[in-house]
């Protein structure tokens, strides 16, 4: 498919972009394949370059000939283009629609980028499971890399090297993950240095309704336990939703076969009311009305701060059983491929100095978010904006990432990156150059051949160039387990990827970097 | 000391949070109720008693008389007293001593912190109205300072020294102030230079349904024609229509834009001291709930209404400096007596106007003239005494909080910081210095204020390295001139810092604010250093050139700078509740109990509760100068004052 074909009116003179808090620009509006391109045509002002993929919905207006287009975006944000001419108008319109929802991964920007930098140290090579795994073995010989998943027919969402205990061999591994929902099979996510305990995470046992049993999985997760010692099991869903899953075959663990493992329920929302929240949010940061009753109802109807509030309130419960308990924990929700990974990953910022800088955190989202299988295609395919039948997505991803923003918050100097760093992944997760976030899996990834066609986002974003602008001024490294507060009052709403100013912190970012 | 019949009570317990305590012995004194703990560091907890809200006593319990004190800067002390005995002696003791009933049981009047007449009566100068006012620039020509209310003979209530346009004759001035509630009249608060426009402030007219006052009328246009350019003013009244509308059927009201000419009625809609009351309760409680979700956190601010009302304040503000600064008119504003919400709508709208107030002495001068020389009822708002609690509002907190907003949009648009507000909403309430004690100029003449009590100003002053904002940059291309807020509702913020105290002394870890003093004290520090070396170096190099060398080994003891934070961040808090939706479900979904064994580490054990304190203070010793200046400043405080 050439897309030419979808390009009816390649080039409109005279639009002019009208985006919040910002001067209007007027100028030329190109089309091309992959992106939406004003100029102003003059040297020293910027250019808008706005990619297809990044498009959630339009809206077309009329008044005489001038038509207006309103683009509104996956990563939230809101320009408006008046476009001189009915016809160019409606041309624009119908063209960016048919770029922006272009159904094959292969069409899609990464696969055509190619990259103005030299790329130096190539990111898709940079966090292998070799390399956690030698990390591993230098503090504890308990733990073997398995090679079970190979060709991904264990469990199609994880990768095909994977850490478990010692003691049990692939075939129990098999076993096990026959008893797990999409076969995913408890797995080595965290190793706590301090004290020797474990997380692992999973997704549900197929208990079903008459409480089938695996001898195999529970064996596995028993072998991560010293004798006479006890271990938690944090179940993401209410006891009320986990009791519903049996009846589609799902379950949870029950006492009687898990006598060593305590478990604990806690009440993270399923992905598709995550994406209301959203939803739900967005319109009320839209709200224009400036009343403060209905901007606070609003607030609370979505549930968004809820939300953030139960993700961190279980990321640090699980830290706390690890660090002060002492007790090794198994985390897992439905399908584990999403409140599991919050939890998981957010933990390990807490108890992890390590996870605070900027390579450990990339590696930490390499690790428990694109190796462990969160399925960030689905997941991004829309956002707030979109008209689209919902399918299968959810902010889950942004979620955590305002999860870590207000822990950043908390403690301004733990980490070595800021805040713009977190946007920046907020955004190339929704749309980007880079093939780091295409695909759902592993295995996805490795049948696009993103290693070989692709730039990763990691290359880009390490040169020395690119990290300046996310270092963090006041960073000071730690060795510490910091814990945060999870009241109400200590968690703010995330304002910058909603769009709500005109990024103020930048202010107090610069002054700080002057000091 | 009549009223003290235990000072002294032993194994008292302070209750931190639910899972938190220390134990320790509680000492009655004339002006404080000091707690010192048992531990070795004998840590002390002073409460001044004119900062008590109140006392309440619940139920004795197996272990003892629990005692809630709460203080009127939302500071709320919880104690177990093991005697029952005890705990009905000391709430009776405090409830007496918490509510003086002259002015001459206020703190303030034993308060002696050593100095002597002289310094004390300089003191008192460190604010010059005469000085604020000429700092305007106003011209001479269009304004001057009338006698009219010397020895305060026209309005009891106002200043001596009042600006009027000179265009007034004073029987214009009389016949004006006849025309105004208490004699109010319209004057000058604020002259803006740059457009020639002015705020000027009044009570409501006594306009009835049908009144009219043909003087009051030439004083509004008196003060319209004071700004040459400007073809008409606004009069804003800040109540609601409808309470305005009410006020008629007392002989009160609003300004008939019939009878007044080329004035715009302008009415903006803040709800009146006892709505404010009742909503900052709400609020209070809000930031009392133990352990509430997300929901109960959101709707009871919602429920509570309190930055709806902010947001009116403050866009009062907005309202005037608009007016003021873009339209160049001049504005008349009052409400009912024009001491409340006149004063909050004038200073709100001066900070936005001149980036003067939003300095350390700026806004001190502003408080000092827009609230305490005109009027604003202290001492009747802030429960100074025991008296009407229908008179009790919290005016003040408001406007302060209003510059706290702006604070959180303008990083970098205020010399002070927020610790700043919070000190100054402590002695607004605290009756430690004589500032803000009474109703008016003359109640405070009359009782000789200056020569018996201090000044709050200078002592700001002195400590303002801990009151300064260090992202302050006057040059700032949002922060020069005049400030634009946005206000929409979500730029509207809970009041973290001020409403949820306990909230703050265990989540605020690190401030950004305070490393970043630490970091600007250290360099400040390097650079003295370096500048001593090679002051050294080129004296060695003199001393090497006329042929003498000596060598020195000796450099110069350089602090290491410090790791910010040496033990735990902070114990983990209370994360084993459980979601509210399993709040009935049997109790093996519960999270359980773990078994005992772990007493070494256990987050809540008693003797290791301070980790997260050593965070703060390690802060603050970032500086190497910085050991002796961990203490809480209000703790400083009445250290000082009792010494």
């Known amino acids: 498919m050439e897309f030419a074909e979808l390009i009816k009116t390649p080039r409109v003179d005279g639009v002019v972009l009208h985006r919040p808090f910002m001067p209007t620009v007027e100028g030329t509006l190109c089309l091309t394949g992959h992106h939406l391109i004003l100029s102003s045509r003059q040297d020293n002002t910027e250019e808008l370059w706005l990619l297809h993929a990044n498009i959630d919905s339009i809206e077309k207006r009329f008044v005489g000939s001038l038509g207006t287009i309103i683009v509104k975006c996956k990563d939230l944000r809101v320009i408006q283009l008046d476009i001189p001419g009915m016809e160019e108008c409606l041309n624009i319109a119908s063209s960016i629609e048919a770029l922006s929802t272009l159904d094959s991964v292969s069409l899609m920007y990464p696969f055509f980028y190619r990259p103005l930098f030299e790329v130096i140290e190539d990111g898709w090579q940079l966090f292998v499971p070799e390399e956690a795994f030698k990390d591993l073995e230098s503090m504890t010989d308990e733990w073997r890399l398995s090679e079970v998943n190979k060709d991904f027919s264990v469990c199609p969402s994880y990768p095909s090297l994977l850490t478990v205990p010692k003691d049990i061999d692939d075939e129990s591994l098999c076993k096990a993950a026959s008893f797990r929902h999409g076969g995913r099979f408890p797995v080595l996510s965290y190793y706590h240095k301090k004290n020797g305990m474990v997380m692992m995470r999973a997704a549900q046992p197929l208990t079903g309704t008459n409480g089938r049993r695996c001898k195999e999985d529970e064996k596995l997760i028993n072998a991560t336990l010293c004798a006479g010692k006890r271990g938690y099991i944090i179940d993401t869903r209410t006891i009320a939703v986990a009791q519903q899953a049996k009846a589609r075959g799902g379950g949870f663990e029950q006492e009687a076969n898990y006598a060593q493992w305590r478990r604990i329920h806690k009440a993270i929302e399923r992905s598709n009311v995550l994406q209301e929240g959203l939803i739900k949010l967005v319109e009320a940061c839209n709200d224009q009305s400036h009343s403060m009753d209905r901007w606070l109802s609003k607030l609370e109807a979505s549930n968004w701060q809820s939300n953030v509030k139960e993700i961190l309130t279980t990321a640090c419960l699980a830290a706390q059983c690890i660090d002060r308990e002492g007790a090794s924990v198994l985390v897992h929700g439905t399908e584990g491929t999403d409140s599991t990974l919050q939890v998981t990953s957010l933990a390990q910022i807490i108890l992890d100095p390590a996870c605070r800088t900027i390579r450990g955190f990339e590696a930490l989202i390499e690790r428990e978010w694109l190796q462990a299988g969160h399925p960030f295609q689905q997941r991004c395919a829309q956002s707030a904006y979109s008209n689209g039948k919902p399918r299968s997505e959810a902010p889950v991803f942004l979620l955590f990432l305002d999860c870590v923003w207000q822990i950043l918050r908390q403690f301004p100097c733990s980490f070595q990156f800021n805040e713009n760093f977190l946007i920046m992944l907020f955004e190339h997760a929704y749309a980007s150059q880079f093939g780091t976030f295409l695909g759902n899996s592993v295995a996805e990834r490795l049948k696009l051949l993103l290693s070989q066609k692709t730039v990763s986002l990691w290359s880009w974003v390490n040169r020395p160039q690119e990290l300046e602008r996310f270092l963090n001024p006041l960073y000071e490294p730690n060795n510490l387990v910091i814990w945060p507060s999870v009241a109400p009052q200590s968690l703010l709403l995330w304002e910058v990827p909603l769009q709500m100013h005109e990024m103020p912190k930048e202010h107090m970012d610069c002054e700080i970097s002057m000091c | ?613 050593s965070g703060v203070a390690d802060l603050s010793s970032y500086s190497s100068s910085g050991g002796d200046d961990t203490k809480d400043p209000d703790s400083d405080e009445v250290v000082k004052a009792n010494a």
């Open chain 2, 1 to 613: 000391m009549e009223h003290i019949r235990t000072p002294k009570v032993e194994n008292v317990r302070m209750i931190v949070t639910p899972r938190k305590s220390t134990v320790g012995t509680l000492y009655l004194s004339s002006t404080h109720t000091i707690f010192v703990e048992n531990s070795e560091a004998l840590k002390e907890t002073w409460v001044l008693h004119s900062l008590v809200y109140n006392v309440e006593r619940l139920p004795a319990n197996s272990s003892g008389s629990p005692l809630i004190i709460r203080c009127k800067n939302f500071h709320v002390y919880r104690l177990l007293i093991l005697q029952e005995k005890d705990c009905l002696d000391v709430l009776a003791c405090l409830t007496r001593l918490s509510r003086p009933e002259r002015y001459g049981e206020l703190f303030c009047f034993s308060f002696n912190p050593n100095l002597d007449k002289e310094l004390r009566e300089k003191a008192w100068g460190f604010i010059d109205l005469k000085a604020e006012f000429s700092r305007m620039g106003i011209p001479r020509n269009l304004w001057h300072v009338t006698a009219a209310n010397h020895e305060y003979r026209l309005c009891d209530t106002y200043p001596s020294e009042l600006f009027v346009p000179k265009s007034a004759s004073p029987a214009v001035i009389v016949g004006s102030a006849k025309f105004r509630s208490r004699g109010r009249l319209p004057v000058l608060s604020y002259f803006h230079r740059d457009t020639g426009a002015s705020i000027c402030r009044s009570s409501q007219p006594l306009s009835g349904f049908s009144a009219r006052s043909s003087d009051d009328e030439q004083m509004l246009q008196a003060i319209m024609k004071s700004n040459p350019v400007s073809e008409f003013m606004y009069v804003v009244d800040t109540r609601p229509k409808l309470n305005a509308m009410a006020n008629r059927a007392a002989g009160k009201g609003y300004e008939n834009e019939d009878h007044y000419t080329n004035i715009k009625l302008q009415f903006i809609g803040i709800e009146n001291i006892h709505v404010m009351r009742n909503s900052q309760q709400k609020l209070i409680d809000v930031g009392e709930l133990a352990a509430p979700s997300m929901s109960d956190f959101l709707w009871g601010l919602e429920n509570s209404g309190w930055l709806k009302h902010i947001k009116a304040v403050l866009d009062a503000g907005v309202f005037i400096a608009k007016a003021v600064a873009e339209e160049g008119v001049s504005v008349l504003v009052h409400c009912s007596d024009g001491w409340d919400r006149t004063a909050q709508a004038c200073s709100v709208a001066s900070v936005l106007l001149d980036p003067y107030y939003r300095t350390i002495k700026g806004l001190m001068v502003l408080i000092e003239k827009d609230w305490v020389s005109f009027g604003h009822k202290f001492s009747h708002r802030y429960a100074h005494l025991d008296g009407d609690p229908k008179e009790v509002s919290p005016v003040m907190d408001q406007f302060l909080e209003c510059v706290w907003q702006l604070m959180q949009q303008f990083p970098c648009a205020f010399e002070f910081n927020e610790r700043f507000l919070i000190q100054l909403h402590t002695h607004i309430y605290s009756c430690q210095y004589g500032n803000f004690i009474c109703n008016c100029q003359k109640e405070r003449r009359d009782l000789r204020l200056k020569e018996r009590t201090h000044s709050l100003w200078p002592h700001l002053w002195e400590n303002r390295a801990e009151y300064t904002n260090p992202l302050y940059r006057t040059g700032h291309s949002q922060t020069r001139g005049v400030l634009k807020p946005l206000t929409t509702a979500y730029c509207f913020k809970f009041w973290k810092g001020m409403y949820s105290r306990a909230e703050k002394s265990v989540a605020s870890y690190q401030s950004p604010a305070d490393c970043l003093n630490a970091v600007r004290e250290e360099s400040q520090q390097l650079e003295e250093e370096l500048s001593a070396h090679q002051e050294r170096l080129a004296q060695l190099k003199e001393r090497k050139t006329s042929g003498e060398r000596k060598k020195s080994n000796k450099l110069s003891e350089r602090v290491p700078r410090p790791i910010p934070i040496e033990s735990e961040l902070s114990s983990p808090l209370d994360y084993f509740t459980a979601p509210r939706s399993e709040k009935n479900t049997p109790s093996f979904t519960l999270p359980l109990q773990l078994a005992a064994p772990h007493k070494n580490g256990d987050p809540d054990d008693l003797s290791t509760c301070s980790d997260f304190e």
